[in-house]
């Protein structure tokens, strides 16, 4: 299965930008990376996702590294309603989407 | 548009009998995607229908099944229900393939196992 590793729990102010990082190291070329968030009593909900370079949405942006192994999710100003569980998931072709663990994000008022 | 819809909300069985839980996706959506979502496991993919035929199938005994109708509707089933299989079962729907497209979650059917 195509893993991604992501720190189990981050915390922020509300307000802040927030920066999720996520290692993907055995990414291949064709491989897309995307992020799902899921607030709580929810179903996931699409972010944004990314092949080569970065992307900006209404939502966040993606900022994925030159060589690919790694990516950041950037909120640029987290509001209460981000807290939620982010998932980077990273897909092979166009094969099914493998969560991970995630990572909780905790905003402080 | 409506988005995707699960029935029923809530269920709670025995061990041993079997469930069907019900999936209606966004009108137009060729892809319907299954997963398990338990608190030790996390989410985990179970399978992707598209176009009424099984694309993708996850780690999962042969007691869980599902089809695919000619409306893009989909089932899952679960036979001879175990403890085990106590856990919110959601659906996703995208217009294309899954790992290409956004997919667009229902708020799940929680199942209970007693």
């Known amino acids: 299965d195509a893993k991604t590793t992501q720190p189990n729990s981050m915390e922020s102010n509300e307000e802040e930008p927030v920066h999720l990082p996520c290692n993907h190291s055995?990414?291949?070329?064709?491989?897309?990376i995307h992020w799902y968030r899921q607030l709580p009593s929810q179903g996931p909900e699409y972010v944004i996702h990314?092949?080569?370079s970065n992307v900006n949405n209404r939502m966040a942006s993606l900022a994925i590294a030159e060589d690919r192994k790694s990516s950041t999710l950037i909120l640029h100003r987290a509001t209460l309603r981000d807290a939620a569980v982010y998932y980077c998931?990273?897909?092979?072709?166009?094969?099914?989407?493998?969560f991970g663990q995630g990572t909780r994000l905790t905003i402080n008022p | 548009k409506a988005g995707v819809t699960q029935t029923p909300r809530y269920l709670i069985k025995t061990r041993g009998q079997q469930v069907t839980l019900s999936c209606s996706p966004i009108?137009?959506?060729?892809?319907v995607s299954w997963y398990q979502q338990t608190p030790g496991q996390g989410l985990q993919f179970l399978f992707e229908?598209?176009?009424?035929?099984?694309?993708n199938k996850g780690n999962f005994p042969g007691r869980f099944s599902g089809r695919q109708f000619s409306n893009s509707r989909s089932e899952m089933n679960v036979s001879t229900l175990e403890l085990g299989d106590s856990a919110l079962y959601l659906c996703?729907?995208?217009?294309?393939?899954?790992?290409?497209?956004?997919?667009?979650f229902g708020a799940g059917t929680r199942l209970s196992v007693l």
């Open positions: 996703a729907s995208s217009s294309g393939l899954a790992g290409r497209d956004i997919q667009y």
């Open positions: 009108s137009g959506h060729r892809s």
């Open positions: 055995t990414i291949s070329g064709t491989d897309y």
């Open positions: 998931i990273r897909t092979q072709g166009a094969q099914k989407l493998v």
């Open positions: 229908y598209f176009s009424e035929t099984q694309r």
């Open positions: 990314g092949l080569t």
